[in-house]
């Protein structure tokens, strides 16, 4: 397994808003940047790119592919296809989480207001201080860097422990709230992170935490300016006596795959539990019914990891084992999504069968009944939408929904024999109304189904057999015929 966690460090993106309650923002005509945006869309966006693993040197990359770069009068460009010695930055933290961007070649600080952008200040005020808001999507999996051990919900201690060796199951799940300007990390069981490691149902200052960087790692100060660090034996996760952050206080995000339970013919789950082959014979979900599924990026074809680390693979004979350990073509399947089943192709192209015996061979040319699997995500209980145009988020004044906001709402996702009901903050559902619009305060549930077509990214199919898609204006609708880019979602 990679040292660094099994799976990848997410980049970091963000908005930075300004003295004023503006964010940065990067136009597509000209190249110019001002701070004048509202709320955090496409043109809010940032990302940061470090020098190397050491240097505190940063550059900061807009949503156009350019860098932000300062001359030595101050005069801020954002045209820059590579970053040349004037994209050059320095992040100096403030006590309250706030940034001052300091340009390395000259020393100077970058602010101001609207249009009026220059990085000449000798001195930090307030018009030189950036707040941070995180533009990934907010459920992770949490990789102390110091333990190289995973953050899990541990409900019998009633804590946050950081010893799991993988970050498996829904416990796994990590949620980042932003609120104000600060960060709160909330379990799978909606509950918050208090400072002295205690689950608390409430939100509070003791469950805020401002957000800091250091070399590319994230530290999250506490309100008496102590950092969240693993203690003791199962590395209670709480805020330690350190007022300045160590390797013990830094922590990766890394993207979370979603996970999943399969459920045969035979009324069993797939299980790796007899030992390599793998095989539809038990009657309980445990992590060795768990399978974290993977998508290619290239191919879209999804791939199944165990516990153990190793993938499913097509061997000799058609039968699915669990002995591959890296990624290659007789690892990789097609899903066919049937509704509230699934059938799963092999790379010989054959379907994937439960035999008698429960072993799981591809050698169907046909979908039956033998071919075909109840499949169910476990670890998305809290479900957070996000577009191409920003994240799901119930409309202020009727019961649609938006498509379009920098803020999100917390979804429930109730899994209901195959297919998905969605439960809204107010306990109600969402439908899909006569004029194709998602509505979300049914009375009685409605099946959607949930297809994993991209990397990190899922189609919603609702009862009327039409995609859920965010429209033009923002409004998010239940009408779409296909997939395209404005129905595919990060959740």
């Not at 970091?12 to 005509?29: D, H, K, P, S, V």
């Not at 935490?209 to 660090?229: M, V």
């Not at 992590?287 to 879209?300: G, H, L, R, V, Y």
Request: glycine share 8%; net charge negative.
């Amino acid at each position: 397994m990679p040292t660094n966690g099994i799976n990848k460090a997410l980049k970091l993106q963000f908005g930075l808003i300004n003295y004023e309650n503006r964010y940065l923002t990067a136009e597509a005509f000209g190249f110019k940047v001002n701070a004048s945006g509202i709320s955090m869309k496409k043109k809010q966006i940032w990302t940061l790119e470090q020098e190397d693993q050491d240097s505190q040197v940063v550059f900061l990359r807009s949503h156009l592919g350019r860098y932000l770069a300062s001359d030595k009068d101050g005069k801020i460009t954002c045209g820059a296809e590579k970053p040349d010695p004037e994209c050059r930055f320095l992040i100096v933290a403030q006590s309250d989480g706030r940034w001052a961007l300091q340009s390395e070649p000259y020393l100077r600080y970058f602010g101001g207001s609207a249009d009026y952008l220059s990085c000449f200040a000798q001195a930090i005020g307030e018009q030189e201080l950036w707040a941070v808001h995180l533009a990934l999507h907010p459920q992770a999996s949490l990789l102390s860097v110091a333990r190289k051990r995973y953050a899990h919900l541990s409900a019998t201690d009633g804590e946050i422990s950081v010893d799991s060796n993988i970050p498996w199951g829904v416990d796994s799940l990590v949620t980042l709230v932003y609120t104000d300007g600060k960060y709160s990390l909330k379990t799978c069981d909606s509950r918050f992170l208090s400072n002295d490691g205690k689950l608390v149902k409430e939100h509070s200052n003791t469950t805020s935490f401002t957000l800091e960087l250091k070399s590319g790692k994230l530290a999250f100060k506490d309100c008496d300016g102590k950092y969240l660090t693993p203690v003791g034996p199962t590395g209670t996760l709480r805020s330690g006596r350190c007022s300045k952050p160590g390797k013990d206080e830094l922590f990766d995000l890394e993207e979370s795959h979603p996970q999943v339970v399969f459920q045969a013919a035979n009324k069993r789950f797939v299980s790796v539990k007899q030992g390599v082959s793998i095989s539809a014979n038990q009657d309980v979900e445990t992590d060795m019914e768990t399978f974290q599924m993977e998508i290619d990026k290239e191919s879209k074809k999804p791939m199944f990891r165990t516990n153990g680390g190793s993938y499913w693979t097509l061997v000799t004979h058609g039968e699915i084992q669990s002995t591959a350990t890296e990624v290659e073509v007789n690892t990789m399947f097609d899903i066919e999504w049937q509704g509230q089943r699934v059938a799963l192709k092999a790379s010989n192209g054959k379907y994937v069968c439960t035999k008698k015996n429960g072993q799981l061979s591809a050698v169907s040319d046909t979908v039956g009944d033998d071919e075909l699997f109840l499949m169910k995500l476990i670890n998305r209980p809290m479900l957070i939408l996000r577009g191409e145009n920003g994240f799901v988020c119930h409309h202020k004044n009727s019961n649609t929904l938006d498509a379009n906001r920098s803020v999100y709402d917390i979804f429930s996702l109730i899994f209901n024999d195959g297919a998905y009901h969605i439960k809204s903050v107010n306990g109600k559902f969402w439908y899909v109304s006569s004029s194709g619009l998602v509505c979300s305060d049914g009375d009685k549930s409605e099946d959607f189904f949930l297809e994993f077509l991209e990397h990190g990214r899922i189609a919603i199919k609702g009862s009327n057999g039409k995609y859920l898609r965010g429209d033009q204006g923002g409004t998010l609708m239940g009408d779409g015929t296909s997939v395209d880019v404005a129905s595919l979602w990060e959740y």
